[in-house]
DNA sequence: GTAGGGTTAG
């Protein structure tokens, strides 16, 4: 084939021109033969722009490309070098920038044209974990470098605080002759990843000239260590606020069980003009999950379909899946799954397991499993706890011990407590206590309090005292300030009329100062929320409306056979009030105020932040037939569907 | 060339 000619200046413009629009590895290769038929190979200047394209552009195969046209490069330059450096530092396998630094080395001499790579040699350490590594390095800096480089100085910062050496980080900080913003930042989310936040916050406190990493790294390591007030802080000094800054905030309200803030953040970000992009948008996503509010999530959906935002890269489609599925809308959930068919990360196909999980869904969630084994991705931890959780709420024992055993056998995932928590919750839920408490037992780490309150739950559905009152105190040893467990207990001696232990119990509860976390549900009619707490409405207008609602399906369930299950009252008192107690809680007034205030053919959808208890579990079932209506619940752990009688719970959660 | 935000579980 004749060779193309022409001036080589203009081809090689022409080339490069053409390889910074390629998107896929076969443009590239073409381009890459153009080069070679033009005989530009010879030519520096381009090959060097070819190796960077292939090493930065994120065209997926261009960094084995990139190495593979470095292999035939005759005498690399250091710029050559450095790109591949950095880019293999970046990869999934750091040691080869390492190796290939040691290679540099050996062929170029000039250390002052060479020191250019060692923040990524210094990068790869870290993410290798190699402190010997770096430590070579270090000393080979400092028998080599005369001059003080900042940019190394922080790089070994950030290395050492990564494979744990806080003292050798904070050691080379004070020694450093000049220290830069980064310097500082560096040192500061160095001790916010480890847990320092009161190290942290003194040096953002001596430092000169904060910038806004600095203030984002504070508002983000708060919100991370569960501190949301001083997230708040920090954040209300902050001027100049980025898109990350908002997304910082709005991440701590989501992470410390705030979600409503969270939202609200997130609508003061867009009226002060900043653009989401897709981590601030993942994050308000997952706040919208928690709340249930599904007609923002819709809207979200909506905005990223027409943003531009890539649905399968990083996080949007499993934050999307997960959201649907927390709001009962599984069917909207499957259809993003199947949208992003190509491409799907782990998390899309945990959000989608999960998802099926709590919707009790789960022979579906079994198939998505096969699927995803199918396509040959490698299940991790998570995706097992979702298909645990996902047999426990469906009743399948067999597929839950086989996937127990699978995890372990041929993914050799090591379970942890919640995997344990999940078995043994799967288990004594179907009644088989024995091979629980076996496997509670013999489990290599101690059992957490779900594991015992997995136990105490089975052992009250089940009537066992004796196992029920052990476990029950194991739990309330462990976490003392949850006031389930106490309920939990006194619901057992309750139902074996032990009006005296109750007392105690009772009283235990007093001794230890522990709250009983009141029952709240929310129902949203004609676009408004409304909130029912435990013996009250929040919005009082409709209090008595709603109290004369329920007196009403009360007395027409009875004809159909209700009895009140008294039992489910955790004080000591006479009959009479004990059923009024029972026919106040949450679910129940927002039920009644849903049938009040929702047309006939149109779903009931009412979200409580416990579990249902088993009276009102039986008082909605009932409802759904009496009043012939579709009633979707969800509790603290899953979906109910109720329909004519029957939910998809079959009773059992 | 060095520093900052995101999901699924809990």
Request: neutral net charge.
């Amino acid at each position: 084939m004749e060779a193309v000619t022409g001036p080589p200046l203009l081809l090689a413009t022409q080339a490069i021109s053409t390889l910074e629009r390629c998107k896929t590895m076969p443009e590239l290769r073409q381009v890459h033969a153009q080069i070679i038929k033009t005989n530009l190979v010879s030519h520096t200047f381009t090959v060097s722009k070819l190796i960077s394209f292939c090493c930065f552009s994120g065209v997926s195969g261009g960094l084995n490309y990139a190495v593979s046209v470095f292999r035939r490069v005759q005498n690399p330059n250091p710029f050559i070098y450095f790109m591949l450096i950095k880019s293999l530092s970046e990869s999934s396998n750091p040691l080869d920038s390492i190796t290939l630094y040691a290679h540099m080395l050996t062929r170029l001499e000039d250390w002052k044209r060479v020191e250019f790579s060692l923040p990524s040699v210094i990068k790869a350490c870290g993410r290798l974990n190699g402190l010997e590594e770096g430590k070579q390095i270090h000393g080979q800096i400092l028998k080599t470098q005369f001059v003080f480089d900042p940019f190394v100085a922080n790089a070994m910062i950030r290395m050492y605080f990564e494979v744990g050496e806080v003292d050798l980080a904070r050691r080379m900080f004070d020694k450093m002759p000049e220290r830069d913003v980064i310097s500082w930042n560096s040192m500061i989310t160095g001790y916010l990843r480890v847990g320092e936040i009161e190290l942290a916050r003194r040096l953002f406190d001596m430092m000169p000239d904060k910038d806004l990493v600095s203030y984002n790294a504070m508002i983000d390591g708060y919100g991370k260590s569960g501190k949301c007030e001083l997230a708040e802080e920090i954040f209300g000094v902050t001027i100049r606020k980025d898109v990350k800054t908002w997304t910082s905030m709005i991440s701590a309200y989501v992470l410390n069980y705030q979600p409503r803030k969270a939202l609200d953040m997130f609508r003061e970000m867009l009226s002060v003009g900043v653009n989401p992009d897709g981590p601030a948008l993942v994050s308000v996503i997952s706040a919208i999950a928690d709340l249930g509010f599904v007609e923002e999530g819709k809207w979200i959906h909506k905005y990223v379909s027409s943003s531009g935002i890539e649905m399968n890269s990083g996080f949007i489609g499993s934050a999307l899946i997960d959201m649907y599925a927390k709001c009962g809308h599984i069917e909207n959930a499957y259809q993003v799954f199947r949208t992003i068919s190509q491409n799907r990360n782990i998390g899309d196909w945990n959000s989608m397991i999960s998802g099926l999980a709590i919707h009790g869904l789960g022979d579906e969630s079994l198939e998505i499993f096969r699927d995803m084994e199918k396509m040959g991705i490698d299940p991790d931890e998570i995706t097992f706890l979702g298909l645990l959780k996902a047999c426990s709420h469906g009743g399948l024992v067999d597929d839950g011990k086989f996937c127990f055993k699978l995890m372990q056998e041929k993914y050799s995932i090591v379970p942890q407590v919640q995997h344990y928590g999940c078995i043994i919750d799967l288990l004594s839920r179907a009644g088989h206590l024995e091979d629980a408490l076996r496997i509670l037992w013999n489990m290599p780490i101690e059992p957490d309090v779900l594991a015992w309150k997995a136990i105490l739950s089975a052992s009250v559905k089940h009537g066992n005292v004796k196992i029920g009152e052990a476990a029950a105190f194991r739990a309330i040893e462990l976490a003392p300030e949850d006031s389930s467990c106490y309920v939990l207990l006194s619901n057992i001696y309750a139902k074996m009329g032990r009006w005296d232990d109750v007392a105690k119990v009772r009283l235990m509860m007093k001794q230890k100062r522990v709250g009983k976390v009141p029952g709240c549900s929310s129902i949203l009619v004609k676009g408004k929320v409304h909130v029912f707490l435990a013996g009250k409405a929040m919005d009082e207008k409709c209090t008595d409306e709603v109290l004369f609602k329920i007196e009403g399906i009360v007395s027409r369930l009875k004809l159909e056979g209700y009895k009140p299950d008294l039992t489910q009252v955790l004080l000591d008192v006479e009959e009479e009030g004990k059923e009024c107690l029972l026919s106040l809680h949450s679910e129940k007034m927002a039920l009644a105020f849903g049938l009040i205030n929702i047309k006939n053919d149109a779903l009931i959808h009412i979200v409580k932040n416990l579990r249902v208890c088993c009276d009102c579990h039986s008082f909605i079932k009932l409802v759904s037939k009496v009043y012939n209506r579709q009633i979707v619940v969800r509790d603290q752990n899953r979906f109910h569907h109720f329909e004519n009688g029957f939910c998809s719970c079959k009773d059992s959660w």
